[in-house]
């Protein structure tokens, strides 16, 4: 079947870096998005990676390894707006397969 | 950026009655919108995908005749969850995008359907 996993949760102090992973098994892969939504929000779109290698756009970077099925959104000079839920999607055949999302928790 | 909205934001209503919820791109046109549902802390699951003018395409394990999309227009579908039932108290979610690549899917605020 189709999945994606990445962490239920991670913590973070304000001003510092955090990397959540995502891995995924697909079929029809065509890239990695990475989404954000806030409570009671919908899903933003932060980036999407076809190619393998790193993208940045402003604080937040995000890596894919297609050989590895693995990519990554790092998020940097973390602020306390950034607490929120993170989710990679899968481009399968261009429908998106959404893992289960990573809740960012960021401390003063 | 391009725009999505949805309404109502919030619905309340009683058991066994219907409710109907609008997504409307804005600014641009969509050759497809997707519905999705989100139940507290968990991911968004695709309900139905649909294109204008033709019959949306159903996810496994969503019932058809329970929640029908009508897709109007290139900038309008609509969602009604017919007999609605607690169970269905959840957060609806319709995406437009405007052409093939997922950059250009975006996302309505979503809706907020409670059932007493």
């Known amino acids: 079947g189709q999945s994606l996993e990445q962490p239920s949760e991670v913590t973070a102090v304000e001003g510092a870096i955090v990397q959540i992973n995502c891995t995924y098994q697909?079929?029809?892969?065509?890239?990695l998005s990475w989404y954000q939504q806030h409570d009671g929000g919908a899903p933003t779109f932060l980036s999407y990676?076809?190619l393998d290698g790193l993208e940045e756009t402003g604080r937040f970077s995000s890596f894919l390894s297609r050989s590895d099925s693995y990519g990554y959104l790092l998020l940097q000079e973390l602020q306390m707006k950034d607490s929120a839920s993170y989710f990679c999607?899968?481009?399968?055949?261009?429908?998106?397969?959404w893992g289960a999302g990573t809740k960012l928790i960021i401390k003063p | 950026g391009a725009v999505v909205s949805q309404h109502p934001s919030r619905v309340i209503c009683k058991s066994g009655t219907s409710v109907k919820i609008e997504c409307r791109s804005l600014?641009?046109?969509?050759?497809?919108m997707f519905w999705y549902r989100q139940f507290p802390k968990q991911s968004l699951m695709l309900m139905a995908t649909?294109?204008?003018?033709?019959?949306?395409?159903?996810e496994q394990g969503v019932e058809k005749d329970k929640f029908l999309i009508n897709h109007a227009s290139l900038t309008l579908s609509t969602l009604t969850v017919t007999s609605a039932h607690p169970e269905d108290s959840s957060f609806y979610i319709c995406?437009?995008?405007?052409?093939?690549?997922?950059?250009?899917?975006?996302f309505g605020p979503g809706t907020r359907l409670l059932v007493l």
């Open positions: 995406s437009a995008r405007q052409g093939l690549a997922v950059e250009t899917q975006y």
């Open positions: 600014d641009f046109q969509a050759t497809t």
């Open positions: 649909s294109n204008e003018g033709s019959k949306a395409t159903y």
């Open positions: 697909t079929s029809g892969f065509y890239g």
């Open positions: 990676n076809a």
């Open positions: 999607a899968a481009d399968s055949n261009y429908q998106l397969i």
